[in-house]
């Protein structure tokens, strides 16, 4: 087995880009996200209230801004906006918050249900 300082050194730009290729290539198969085991079955979380109220206030502020593109400009603006909101301007966002969240606390309950019902059976067999 040769040694790092034994390795043959790539002599021409070709060599040297295949070699820099195959780095790039070992870097992105390391770096490449692994799948948590999670279910693709189980229910998302519903977004908070604030994300509704982001939601509406992008396509405002956009509309009034056209020259601002960037996500993070339009994030700071809306927080800011969010702070000095008072609770009853909040309400609706809220509102639309819970009913979101009711939905997927039926189905989240459906989903465990279904998901003992069937770890049940398959102890069963």
Do not use: H
């Amino acid at each position: 087995m040769k040694t790092r300082s034994q390795k043959k050194k790539p002599t021409t730009t070709e060599e040297t880009s295949k070699a820099l290729s195959t780095i790039t290539k070992q870097k992105q198969k390391a770096t490449k996200k692994r799948p948590t085991g999670e279910d693709p079955k189980k229910p998302k979380k519903p977004p908070t209230a604030f994300f509704y109220f982001l939601e509406d206030f992008r396509k405002t502020y956009q509309e009034e801004r056209p020259d601002v593109k960037t996500m993070e400009d339009i994030g700071k603006a809306c927080g800011e906006k969010w702070k000095t909101m008072n609770f009853e301007e909040k309400v609706q966002y809220y509102d639309i918050a819970t009913e979101k969240r009711a939905e997927f606390d039926k189905a989240m309950a459906a989903y465990i249900k279904i998901k003992e019902n069937g770890e049940n059976s398959d102890s069963d067999e």
